[in-house]
């Protein structure tokens, strides 16, 4: 414990232990900064340059005494060393999204316009909570926002924030439509509802195909369990407008409020796009808020030749954007986009020493005023920077590229005997499986899951694992152009060998155990 007035020295790590200040940035230390920051660049730059795999495969058990076994009471006190041990515990095993044989997650390779962005806003740490910190950043937020807007095509009075990601836009917007739904049913009149009365009441409807954020955000919203209604999707995976319809008239007659359907432009499992025109016309005729999870899709907004596939989606009340998905951004990078601005307010709550209301009056742009989140990262800066060295058809290039591809593979996957694919992805995304001879349904779900397994652990691909109509299947999604055919054909010859093996591996066992 020090006393009032003490200084604490710096722990003695090496000969010349840094006093504490000297790691402040300002302008004394910027050849420090320089220094450091560069050093950092090489390391990644050269583990980038030497990785021949996505992953090394490496286990929890196997990593964690590592990371366990480092005392962060006692600091290395040098930079270079520091850069040492962070290879060890991180650089050389984390996972690598630029293989182009990394097939897994909804994972994109960045762009470096994104990554001097992310290095730009780090260092200057602006904070878009408030005008009198951030500035340029609140105004070159706001004009990506109206860019997003004019570009998905939501009209004059839209307007929206930078969020996390795509499960707090889809939460942010089923707020905001939770709170206009209970304002149309309260209404003005002196006999009201009680709230937990009229929450009980309320209901969203999505896919059976739509993103599990929906249904983590009505359980966040303090809805019922039964809140959310799933309606079933057709043979292309798309939801079933005719069932949607059935859905919106039962609730009407059971004296429940759907507070918003939920479509989806780029359902995660199987690319594919919500018919987006003919659910809007339902919504309009049933005076229901339309929210549009584009998080995966919204790559098509820049597309040269794909951007009719979201046909329908300017007419959404609120559309959620990632692009740290398919605008090759870091994570995160992400927005909710409204069509009409005002409802935002639903998000305001005024702090004297912050925002007060008077700032309002003012028109002093305080982005807190709409988001959901108090200090927040310039994040916007990123996709500007992206935006101005590449633009947005080189983006929507990209995009296509990937998209492309995808339709190959799903040709190449069609054609091989060895394996069954679902549905053609309307974007990136192949669903397929691996059957052996003569197995049944047991051992084809195993020997799956058994070669996704298998090729994690060897480092040499990543893909991922779903359930189609409650069969494990095996997905590849691909955001990565680097990515050719042939590495995809290669993948496949070793899901093949991993899951052959197990199945007949499986078959000899049970041959030679005994019986009774």
Same mark, same amino acid.
């Given at each position: ?20 200040? /000297?790691?402040?940035?300002? *302008? ?64 050389? #095993? ?33 904070? $878009? ?19 997003? *807007? ?43 509802? !009680? ?13 059976? /195909?739509?993103?599990? !954020?929906?249904?983590?955000?009505? @359980? ?33 007659? +059971? ?21 987006? +025109? ?14 549009? #999870? ?22 959404? +009340? ?35 020493? $912050? ?14 005023? @709409? ?10 800066? @990123? ?32 054609? #091989? ?33 058994? *070669? ?41 010859? $070793? ?22």
């Amino acid at each position: 414990m020090s006393l009032p007035g003490s200084t604490v020295e710096a722990p003695v790590t090496g000969t010349h232990p840094l006093p504490p200040r /000297a790691h402040l940035l300002n *302008a004394g230390t910027v050849a420090d900064y320089r220094r450091a920051v560069t050093q950092g660049i090489e390391r990644v730059a050269a583990r980038v340059t030497e990785v021949d795999r996505p992953a090394t495969g490496v286990t929890p058990d196997e990593l964690a005494p590592r990371i366990a076994g480092i005392d962060l009471d006692r600091p290395l006190g040098d930079t270079t060393a520091a850069l040492d041990e962070l290879h060890d515990v991180y650089l050389r #095993d984390a996972v690598y999204f630029h293989h182009p044989r990394y097939l897994a997650h909804l994972n994109c390779p960045v762009v470096i316009p994104a990554l001097l962005g992310e290095a730009v806003l780090s260092a200057v740490n602006s904070s $878009l909570d408030t005008w009198d910190q951030s500035a340029g950043g609140t105004l070159i937020e706001r004009r990506l926002i109206d860019w997003t *807007a004019e570009r998905i095509g939501l009209g004059p009075a839209a307007d929206g924030v930078f969020t996390s990601g795509g499960t707090q836009s889809n939460l942010h917007a089923l707020l905001l439509a939770r709170e206009e739904a209970y304002a149309r049913i309260v209404g003005g009149g002196t006999d009201r509802p !009680s709230r937990p009365e009229v929450l009980s009441r309320l209901r969203i409807i999505t896919s059976t /195909a739509g993103h599990f !954020s929906v249904q983590k955000a009505a @359980k966040l919203l303090g809805l019922g369990a039964d809140a959310v209604l799933t309606v079933a999707t057709d043979a292309g995976r798309r939801m079933r407008t005719d069932e949607l319809a059935e859905t919106l008239d039962r609730c009407r007659r +059971d004296g429940q409020t759907v507070l918003a359907v939920v479509a989806t432009a780029g359902t995660t499992d199987f690319g594919t796009i919500d018919p987006l +025109d003919r659910i809007a016309e339902i919504c309009t005729a049933a005076g229901v808020w339309l929210h549009v #999870d584009a998080a995966y899709g919204c790559g098509l907004l820049v597309s040269p030749t794909r951007r009719h596939l979201l046909a329908g989606i300017e007419r959404a +009340d609120s559309v959620t954007v990632d692009y740290h998905k398919s605008f090759f951004q870091p994570v995160s990078s992400s927005a909710l986009l409204v069509r009409d601005r005002r409802v935002l307010r639903h998000a305001t709550w005024h702090a004297d020493y $912050l925002n007060p209301a008077r700032m309002a009056e003012r028109r002093i742009p305080n982005q807190v005023d @709409k988001s959901l989140q108090t200090t927040r990262r310039f994040d916007a800066l @990123k996709l500007w920077l992206t935006l101005r060295i590449m633009g947005a058809d080189a983006v929507g290039a990209l995009f296509d590229e990937v998209v492309d591809l995808a339709a190959a593979a799903w040709r190449l996957l069609a054609d #091989d005997p060895r394996f069954e694919v679902v549905t053609r992805s309307q974007l990136s995304t192949v669903v397929f499986r691996y059957l052996p001879p003569g197995a049944g349904r047991d051992v084809v779900d195993d020997a799956n899951l058994y *070669a996704r397994e298998a090729l994690a652990a060897s480092g040499t691909a990543l893909v991922a694992g779903t359930k189609v109509d409650g069969a494990h299947h095996l997905k590849i999604t691909l955001l990565n152009p680097e990515t050719t055919l042939d590495d995809i054909a290669h993948v496949l010859d $070793l899901i093949a060998e991993h899951a052959g093996w197990y199945a007949r591996t499986r078959a000899t066992a049970e041959l030679s155990s005994p019986v009774g």
